[in-house]
């Protein structure tokens, strides 16, 4: 476990190297424990870097049946389990405007977790408060299969 402040007051709860889909799923499995009511999460990372992958842990450890697909072309997916979850992902989205539009801010301050995929295309509201999880792949280093993946508290 690594914790470090950062400058703007938040702080690295947790950084691990994974080497496989399976391990990062794990690191999904156990992230989910510390979710309560209520937590925005931030998934910030390239394409292919393994955001939906760890949703797919985050949704086994909050004990939801069933398969976790990429909300790509409905934004949002919701799925019940200990708590509901509300998986989004913003790649296609114009703005934040089209998102506000559309009510997700509802989400964004409701009693579920919510899980969102390119959070940077609509930062503007997306809450302050939040766990920021991000990926870095290592492509260019040769590595296909290993990430970084960092836990921020904000
Ligand atoms: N260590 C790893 N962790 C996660 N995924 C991995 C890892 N190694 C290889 N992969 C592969 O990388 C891909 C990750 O895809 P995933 O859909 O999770 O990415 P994403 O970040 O959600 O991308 P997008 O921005 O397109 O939604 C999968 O094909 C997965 O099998
Ligand atoms: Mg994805």
Redesign the pocket.
């Known amino acids: 476990m690594e914790t470090a402040i950062l400058k703007n007051n938040s702080e690295i709860i947790d950084t691990i190297i ?4 399976e ?2 799923i794990e690191f999904g499995r156990k992230f989910a424990e510390s979710l309560a009511s209520g937590t925005v999460v931030a998934l910030v ?10 949703v797919n842990g985050v949704c086994e450890g909050l004990k939801i049946e069933g398969s976790v697909s ?1 909300p ?1 072309f409905t934004l949002i997916n919701e799925y019940y389990g200990v708590l509901p979850v509300y998986h989004f ?1 913003f ?1 296609r989205i114009a703005d934040a405007a089209d998102a506000s539009e559309m009510g997700c801010e509802d989400y964004f301050y409701g009693d579920g977790v919510c899980l969102i ?2 959070p940077e295309n609509v930062e503007s509201i997306i809450p302050q408060k939040k766990i920021e999880v991000r ?1 870095k792949n290592y492509f260019e280093q040769g590595f ?4 970084k993946i960092q836990i921020i508290r904000k």
């Open positions: 994974s080497n496989s889909p391990e990062t990372g390239e394409m292919g870097s393994g955001k939906t992958t760890f990429s790509t992902d790649y995929e390119w990926f296909d299969t290993k990430r």
